[in-house]
């Protein structure tokens, strides 16, 4: 296998061309020009997102685009004229998925457009939690390195889609300081628990011809297994902390914020509290002045806790905020691609 990957590497830049980037901004326009015909000549419902696919294939685990950001508003006006969205995208999104949401947001109306991935090893376990928290508080953005838009600004509107509900919340909890007063949860949130990642597991592999493994691996094994890797990632995390990130961070002017949160997220990941993780992350998300909030899901997605969707609601007007739901009948975060009507209905008021 180690001499065929040598091969490979030798062999793919003689039949392959890669291009990191167009060389021009008319070479761009030309690019992207090609790209949507190329996207237009396809079935629509090759968009729809592949989650048995991409559980096989290599690409769908490492992202074309890069791991932190995909920039996706390189069309005429998104330098911050008309409608501003966010949108988070959920796990193992593909790029020509991410193109077509842009181009169903931009036909409603929104002209600043911004896509964020949610890479599954940085948002799956508290090891990547650590590595995602870090992140931000070292480039003050996962996009300040250039490696797509600056989201720390102001929003007209948030969308996240399946995982992006966690991204939203790592990114809220390291001081990332995005704005806004509408939310739309789209087949989310998915909770910072081991439980909430093995109901979307199971049903991800019940979907994919992969329902032997469910009825062979136990629902209480596979819990007690992902709640014991969690908790040796977060035990990891502590140590590695303690003896290097600590001094590397010494000085920082968030210091002792990011101190305090990786230790308290670390030894509750380690000690199986995800209780109080879940209560920080629902509040950082949702206790914000004004915000309105919008729940798009299916109340037959097993992918999801339809019950904890009804706790956040009653958990958004404690707050202050506004919470209402839209229910639908599309599968996993399908509304967009299937209903979108009934989704911009919903946020006319953006």
């Given at each position: 296998?180690?001499?065929?990957?040598?091969?490979?590497?030798?062999?793919?830049?003689?039949?392959?061309?890669?291009?990191?980037?167009?060389?021009?901004?008319?070479?761009?326009?030309?690019?992207?020009?090609?790209?949507?015909?190329?996207?237009?000549?396809?079935?629509?419902?090759?968009?729809?997102?592949?989650?048995?696919?991409?559980?096989?294939?290599?690409?769908?685990?490492?992202?074309?685009?890069?791991?932190?950001?995909?920039?996706?508003?390189?069309?005429?006006?998104?330098?911050?004229?008309?409608?501003?969205?966010?949108?988070?995208?959920?796990?193992?999104?593909?790029?020509?998925?991410?193109?077509?949401?842009?181009?169903?947001?931009?036909?409603?109306?929104f002209t600043d457009i911004v896509i964020q991935e949610s890479p599954v090893h940085q948002i799956s376990t508290p090891r990547g939690w650590y590595q995602t928290f870090i992140s931000c508080i070292k480039n003050?953005?996962?996009?300040?390195?250039?490696?797509?838009?600056?989201?720390?600004?102001?929003?007209?509107?948030?969308?996240?889609?399946?995982?992006?509900?966690?991204?939203?919340?790592?990114?809220?909890?390291?001081?990332?300081?995005?704005?806004?007063?509408?939310?739309?949860?789209?087949?989310?949130?998915?909770?910072?628990?081991?439980?909430?990642?093995?109901?979307?597991?199971?049903?991800?592999?019940?979907?994919?011809?992969?329902?032997?493994?469910?009825?062979?691996?136990?629902?209480?094994?596979?819990?007690?297994?992902?709640?014991?890797?969690?908790?040796?990632?977060?035990?990891?995390?502590?140590?590695?902390?303690?003896?290097?990130?600590?001094?590397?961070?010494?000085?920082?002017?968030?210091?002792?914020?990011?101190?305090?949160?990786?230790?308290?997220?670390?030894?509750?990941?380690?000690?199986?509290?995800?209780?109080?993780?879940?209560?920080?992350?629902?509040?950082?998300?949702?206790?914000?002045?004004?915000?309105?909030?919008?729940?798009?899901?299916?109340?037959?997605?097993?992918?999801?806790?339809?019950?904890?969707?009804?706790?956040?609601?009653?958990?958004?007007?404690e707050f202050g905020g506004k919470a209402d739901e839209v229910l639908t009948k599309t599968g996993h975060i399908e509304t967009i691609f299937r209903k979108p009507k009934l989704l911009f209905d919903a946020i006319?008021?953006?």
């Amino acid at each position: 296998l180690a001499l065929a990957g040598v091969a490979a590497m030798c062999l793919m830049p003689a039949t392959h061309s890669f291009t990191v980037g167009p060389a021009s901004p008319f070479a761009a326009r030309a690019a992207a020009h090609s790209h949507a015909n190329t996207l237009d000549q396809r079935p629509r419902a090759a968009f729809l997102p592949a989650f048995g696919t991409a559980l096989l294939r290599p690409s769908a685990r490492a992202p074309a685009l890069g791991t932190q950001g995909v920039k996706m508003a390189a069309a005429a006006g998104a330098e911050g004229k008309g409608k501003s969205v966010l949108i988070i995208a959920w796990f193992h999104a593909e790029p020509k998925q991410l193109e077509l949401v842009r181009r169903i947001y931009k036909k409603k109306g929104f002209t600043d457009i911004v896509i964020q991935e949610s890479p599954v090893h940085q948002i799956s376990t508290p090891r990547g939690w650590y590595q995602t928290f870090i992140s931000c508080i070292k480039n003050g953005g996962p996009n300040k390195d250039g490696k797509g838009e600056n989201i720390a600004r102001k929003f007209d509107l948030v969308h996240c889609m399946s995982g992006g509900f966690l991204q939203l919340y790592l990114l809220l909890a390291a001081n990332v300081p995005i704005e806004f007063d509408r939310l739309v949860m789209d087949s989310t949130p998915i909770l910072p628990q081991p439980k909430a990642f093995v109901r979307f597991a199971r049903a991800y592999m019940n979907d994919n011809g992969l329902s032997a493994v469910t009825k062979v691996l136990p629902l209480s094994l596979h819990n007690g297994y992902q709640t014991a890797r969690w908790s040796v990632g977060a035990t990891y995390v502590r140590l590695k902390h303690k003896s290097f990130i600590k001094k590397q961070l010494q000085g920082h002017d968030q210091f002792e914020a990011t101190n305090e949160w990786t230790r308290w997220a670390a030894r509750n990941s380690a000690k199986n509290n995800y209780d109080d993780i879940v209560d920080d992350a629902i509040e950082t998300v949702f206790n914000r002045k004004g915000l309105h909030t919008t729940f798009v899901y299916n109340k037959e997605d097993k992918y999801i806790n339809t019950e904890e969707i009804q706790s956040i609601i009653s958990k958004c007007e404690e707050f202050g905020g506004k919470a209402d739901e839209v229910l639908t009948k599309t599968g996993h975060i399908e509304t967009i691609f299937r209903k979108p009507k009934l989704l911009f209905d919903a946020i006319a008021d953006v």
